[in-house]
């Protein structure tokens, strides 16, 4: 096996012209497909294709129309009646504007304001300001919508707000690229820093950068080949995938200096180095690709999405490092060599000492931290959909949220449609919806054309919107929060009076609809993900140190600083958004369990000349200075998308990607040490062939 490694990479030196074009050929065609790359805005678009509301969504849609974003709410203030008609007129001849409701679609409003029931008139006009619904004629890319809300703007001015899930995906489209602009360029300068603190030479850091800014280029253009990605894999794929590559390179070329610092040419200390660190880099890539991923396991399809994109990055970092990386590092040795310089990072032997010698406390404190820390990361209070939206309350979104909230509450709508065909049984439906606490509108053929006049009497245009293809559709307004106890009680009643009235025939579809199946459906991903990445990793440590007492350590120092990352939202009484809960036990698993693998390969190594105290210091001692750069970078990263980012679920996920980074290697700098030095004897008799001297 050895022999056949030096033939490969023997190769790999040989062949730089036709490697380098290549990768060159590959990055050049990732360019060119990124102009092909569709992004989803919409989370509710990652529902399994089975769940009650994501089958209702498709046969409303296939019958009605795109629906999906429902009713955008727009608040003007008037002076009149006649004003509001007016804006209402300007508004309706927006283009790509569907449909404009006011006050004047329910009731005459040729009567004083003193004879209007005045539920009715507060749910259109109150303290000056008119609310209109607005539906949009939309495309599949969005756009349309886009420019019409950028054209209403224009007419509400300022003093005007508007709020919806249009609203909210036009902003995530126009701040996606935008920010991820923004985050790469304070995280580039500063990642470079650090690497120039870390590395020993300047010119490696650039480098670093310029291989995995290739192997980035390289996944993101085949992203394209897939139907589309979600915004939030988009906004958050590129940088994690920066983050956690750095390491791959660190371990070769620090390898390569150190066969150059004992006299061995550039050629031959390359293939040493080669030989050294590929088996390190492979086990340390294939726990990252394997934490990613356990994502496709979701039925939530947010994580096969965010999964396939992440483990399909680290994929092309692996074969950058290992082809790419070594090629230039050898025809650069010469430069690398000129700009060398000193570390600047301590060896950590006095820190290391400090930590053994408190080496029973630590492992009773962390010992102690697991049951408190496992059952409050499972208390948390969780937002399932887009209710936090924004990550800025002061932002233009913000603002018009409350402002319209404040004034008329919180509307929700959702759309019900029901095979046509028997007016009666359509009334007796309505009415009983409109009993419902929480329910105050409904607006429907029977409701708002009247069973009074015959259908072939209504204008074809006014039919369409609420009778087509055998069935009728209800437009529901609710006045509550689009999520929480309020609203899934009131999914869950009309779903029981639809049942009754149309056993199995109705469909039922709206963002709170599709959030409670939502919650459903991602509380049972999380168990499975969990196991599925901690088993897979396990493995991979099983087979790479062939010992059976290892997984459970390197796990256990990890899944701590996890348990420990997600109780820290409870304690602080502060919900989570759970897409964030659910992806970032296995993002941080795949991403830092490295630190756990580098420093056990180093105690291994060292046991076999030291005793165990002296081991595990001097394993210290070489691996802080690699596991302090990796985590600094990855909490970097984390701390930029959460200090960026003007989507609540991405800020909240980079929150805990940058906090995750700093508690997995305090875990692994603090604990794993001492509980190895614990646990020795043990390691020694279930690890085969682990030659620990007798000292």
């Known amino acids: 096996m050895i022999g056949k490694g030096m ?5 790999i030196l040989r062949h730089k012209k036709l490697i380098i074009f290549l990768f060159a050929l590959a990055a050049g065609i990732g360019l060119f497909l990124i102009q092909f790359l569709k992004i989803d805005y919409n989370l509710m678009d990652y529902l399994p294709k089975d769940s009650p509301s994501t089958v209702s969504l498709e046969m409303i849609e296939s019958v009605f129309g795109d629906i999906s974003e429902g009713a955008t709410k727009v608040a003007v203030p008037v002076e009149s009646f006649a004003q509001a008609l007016e804006l209402k007129a300007q508004i309706q001849n927006v283009e790509y504007v569907d449909n404009v409701k006011w006050l004047d679609d329910v009731v005459s409003i040729n009567q004083p304001e003193s004879y209007l029931d005045p539920d009715t008139l507060d749910a259109w006009y109150q303290d000056g300001y008119a609310l209109f619904a607005v539906q949009f004629d939309d495309d599949s890319s969005g756009k349309n919508t886009t420019q019409a809300l950028a054209d209403i703007r224009t007419i509400i001015g300022t003093d005007g707000a508007m709020a919806g899930g249009a609203v909210n995906n036009s902003a995530a489209k126009q701040s996606t690229g935008k920010e991820l602009g923004e985050m790469m360029m304070i995280i580039i300068p500063i990642v470079l820093i650090i690497m120039l603190i870390a590395t020993r030479s300047w010119v490696e850091p650039f480098l670093f950068l310029f291989v995995i800014g290739i192997s980035i280029l390289i996944n993101t253009g085949t992203n394209a080949l897939l139907d589309s990605v979600s915004f939030v894999t988009q906004t958050t794929a590129a940088i994690l995938q920066l983050a956690v590559s750095m390491d791959y390179s660190i371990f070769l070329l620090h390898a390569f200096a150190d066969f150059r610092d004992e006299g061995m040419p550039p050629r031959e200390a390359m293939l040493a180095a080669m030989k050294r660190s590929y088996s390190t880099i492979l086990s340390s890539g294939m726990t990252t690709v394997l934490g990613f991923a356990a994502l496709i396991f979701m039925r939530f399809l947010i994580g096969p999405d965010m999964g396939i994109v992440l483990a399909k990055g680290v994929i092309f970092s692996l074969l950058s490092v290992m082809f790419l990386l070594p090629v230039l590092a050898s025809m650069m040795s010469g430069l690398i060599e000129k700009t060398r310089h000193r570390s600047f990072l301590p060896r950590f032997e006095t820190l290391g000492k400090l930590i053994l010698r408190a080496g029973t406390l630590i492992v009773i404190a962390a010992f102690l931290l697991i049951v408190p820390a496992y059952l409050a990361q499972r208390q948390n209070s969780f937002i399932y959909g887009s209710s936090a939206v924004t990550n800025d309350a002061e932002s233009q979104i913000g603002r018009d949220d409350r402002l319209i909230a404040d004034l008329f509450g919180r509307n929700n709508q959702l759309i019900l449609m029901v095979p046509s065909g028997d007016d009666q049984k359509e009334t007796e439906l309505a009415d009983q919806i409109l009993d419902l606490t929480g329910v105050t509108d409904v607006a429907s053929y029977v409701t708002t054309i009247g069973t009074e006049i015959p259908q072939e009497s209504v204008a074809p245009e006014k039919l369409s919107k609420f009778r087509s293809g055998g069935y009728s559709r209800f437009v529901i307004e609710m006045n509550c929060e689009s999520e929480g106890d309020e609203a899934f009680s009131l999914v869950e009643q009309i779903r029981s009076v639809s049942q009754e009235q149309y056993p199995d025939s109705y469909y039922l579809s709206g963002s709170s609809a599709n959030i409670y199946d939502m919650k459903q459906v991602v509380t049972a991903d999380n168990r499975v993900v969990t196991l599925i990445s901690v088993a897979a990793i396990g493995m991979v440590i099983l087979l790479t140190f062939r010992s059976l007492a290892l997984p459970l350590m390197l796990l256990c120092a990890i899944e701590l600083s996890i348990w420990i990352n997600l109780s820290i939202p409870y304690f602080n009484g502060s919900p989570m958004i759970y897409i964030g809960y659910m992806i970032i036990s296995a993002v941080q698993l795949g991403a830092t369990v490295d630190y756990a693998i580098l420093y056990a390969g180093r105690y291994l190594e060292k046991r076999k000349i030291y005793g165990k105290k002296e081991a595990a210091l001097q ?39 940058g906090r995750g980074a700093v508690l997995s290697a305090v875990m692994v700098m603090i604990f794993l040490p001492n509980l190895m030095v614990l646990c020795d004897r043990i390691i020694a008799k279930t690890t085969k062939n682990s030659g620990f001297t007798e000292v």
Not at 7 to 11: D, G, L, S
Not at 637 to 654: E, K, M, N, P, Y
């Open 7 to 11: 033939n490969m990479n023997e190769k």
């Open 619 to 657: 394993a210290v001692s070489e691996t802080f200075g690699s596991i302090l750069t990796s985590a600094t970078i990855l909490m970097t990263a984390g701390t930029v998308i959460f200090l960026i980012s003007s989507d609540a679920t991405i800020a909240q996920l980079g929150q805990l990607i």
